[in-house]
């Protein structure tokens, strides 16, 4: 098989399931080795023999992206197992509990920050020194999705911490490129997966969170409608052709559901508008024409 994909070594964080073990079907079928790495072992053994039954060459890894030691440990075995990796799919998620600001608690920002934020930082800090290491170069794909794009209502912890991922991606796309590492942020709207249901993984660490979750869901504080949203999605499988599609145009940002290109380009209105107003600014106009000085 000959594809700038074959041969290669892939790591993704919450493969065992929906969007990141259609990724590891995916690439797994352009020929890569396939490190599949997840917080849910029963899922991973069963997702494991699906990969070895279509002859995949894969690895599964107990990992919770929270902990560095057990990416470090994903690190060794995988190493130990296929040499070089030259990909890495920051995937793991979890979709917070709907609520509005007030209802949204401190351990609920803490433990969606923790690992949708950190769990990609973790992922990077660890994996990435060894995709630089070998100097062929490689991708980094960070699962953020359109609520990185544009904020909602009732979903302020979640889409906070995906705009994060947003601009990490753009922070590093731009640090990696000499290295010949492309860094994208994959940005889906709903995908038909089982992200409502991230309350399933909850480390104990968070338990206490557990009680407000149940109620969102019983009492439709917002769970009912988010499960209504993510069941209407496009399946992974659509999703995962995307992004091989997208990773061979080069697109720093991959986008799957086009339909969103309005309510994100009246973004881009607004963010023009607030520029003009500040060019007509008595106050700041005169900053118009400054060079701009990057590190
Ligand atoms: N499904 C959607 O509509 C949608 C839209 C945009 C973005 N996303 C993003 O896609 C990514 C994948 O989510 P999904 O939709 O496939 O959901 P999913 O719940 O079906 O799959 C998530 C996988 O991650 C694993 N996981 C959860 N917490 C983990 C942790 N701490 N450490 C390691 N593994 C962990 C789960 O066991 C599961 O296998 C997430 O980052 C999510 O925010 C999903």
Redesign the pocket.
């Known amino acids: 098989m000959s594809n700038q994909f074959a041969g290669k070594t892939a790591v993704i964080?919450?493969g065992?399931?929906?969007?990141?073990f259609a990724l590891a079907e995916e690439f797994g079928q352009l020929g890569m080795n396939i490190v599949i790495?997840?917080?849910?072992q029963t899922?991973l053994a069963q997702a494991q023999q699906k990969l070895q039954d279509a002859n995949i060459s894969v690895l599964a890894c107990p990992?919770?992206?929270?902990q560095v030691e057990q990416w470090q440990d994903t690190v060794t075995a995988a190493e130990a197992k296929f040499g070089n990796i030259h990909m890495l799919v920051n995937?793991?998620?979890?979709?917070g509990i709907p609520g509005t600001i007030n209802d949204t608690k401190l351990e609920t920002w803490q433990w969606v920050m923790d690992?949708?934020v950190m769990?990609v930082v973790n992922g990077t800090q660890t994996v990435g020194p060894s995709i630089k290491r070998h100097g062929q170069g490689g991708w980094i794909i960070n699962?953020a999705?359109?609520?990185g794009m544009m904020g909602i209502a009732h979903s302020g912890a979640y889409a906070a911490s995906?705009a994060a991922v947003v601009s990490m991606s753009e922070s590093w796309a731009a640090e990696l490129k000499p290295h010949n590492i492309a860094v994208s942020a994959l940005c889906?709207?709903?995908?038909k997966?089982?992200?409502h249901?991230?309350l399933r993984?909850l480390?104990p660490a968070y338990q206490s969170i557990k009680e407000q979750g149940d109620k969102s869901m019983s009492t439709d504080g917002g769970a009912n409608h988010a499960k209504a949203l993510?069941e209407s999605?496009i399946p992974t499988s659509v999703l995962a052709k995307r992004v091989v599609e997208a990773l061979q145009s080069g697109q720093t940002y991959i986008f799957t559901h086009p339909n969103f290109r309005a309510p994100v380009g009246y973004r881009g209105v607004l963010l023009d508008n607030a520029f003009a107003d500040a060019e007509n600014s008595p106050v700041v106009g005169h900053l118009k024409d400054d060079e701009i000085v990057m590190l």
């Open positions: 964080s919450g065992a399931g929906g969007i990141g790495a997840d917080i849910d899922q990992l919770d992206v929270t995937n793991a998620g979890v979709g690992v949708n769990g699962v999705s359109m609520a995906k889906p709207a709903f995908v997966t089982r992200i249901e991230s993984n480390q993510v999605g």
